[in-house]
């Protein structure tokens, strides 16, 4: 009979401290770190690169129309002597300068 009493003994405490050992394990399992192994990371953002080449090719494009027609500008304006409308065309010449390069200036960045 002493044997039966200390087995319910150490179950009544077993069954006393099972709740806390399983929250403890619970609590502790959860906050070790978790390894991801993300394989499709080119799939996310291959259409935002996309995206990126478009604007930039649109970009340099219309660069591209804003410095052919500041040339015009400025011969006209050459050939009229008139130097604040030379000045207007030199700025615009210097824009579409930029926006046509603005790819290679990207890329001598680092961003594209």
């Given at each position: 009979?002493?044997?039966?009493?200390?087995?319910?003994?150490?179950?009544?405490?077993?069954?006393?401290?099972?709740?806390?050992?399983?929250?403890?394990?619970?609590?502790?399992?959860?906050?070790?770190?978790?390894?991801?192994?993300?394989?499709?990371?080119?799939?996310?953002?291959?259409?935002?690169?996309?995206?990126k080449t478009l604007v930039i090719s649109i970009?340099?494009?219309?660069?591209?129309?804003?410095?052919?027609?500041?040339?015009?500008?400025?011969?006209?304006?050459?050939?009229?002597?008139?130097?604040?409308?030379?000045?207007?065309?030199?700025?615009?010449?210097?824009?579409?300068?930029?926006?046509?390069?603005?790819?290679?200036?990207?890329?001598?960045?680092?961003?594209?």
């Open positions: 009979m002493k044997i039966k009493e200390v087995i319910r003994k150490k179950q009544n405490r077993l069954k006393k401290s099972l709740p806390g050992v399983l929250a403890v394990s619970a609590a502790t399992v959860s906050l070790f770190p978790q390894t991801v192994m993300a394989s499709g990371v080119s799939d996310v953002t291959q259409p935002l690169m996309n995206l970009i340099g494009a219309v660069g591209v129309i804003i410095l052919a027609k500041n040339v015009m500008e400025f011969a006209q304006a050459y050939q009229q002597q008139d130097s604040s409308s030379m000045n207007s065309a030199i700025k615009g010449i210097v824009a579409g300068l930029i926006m046509a390069a603005i790819s290679s200036v990207l890329t001598f960045l680092g961003i594209s």
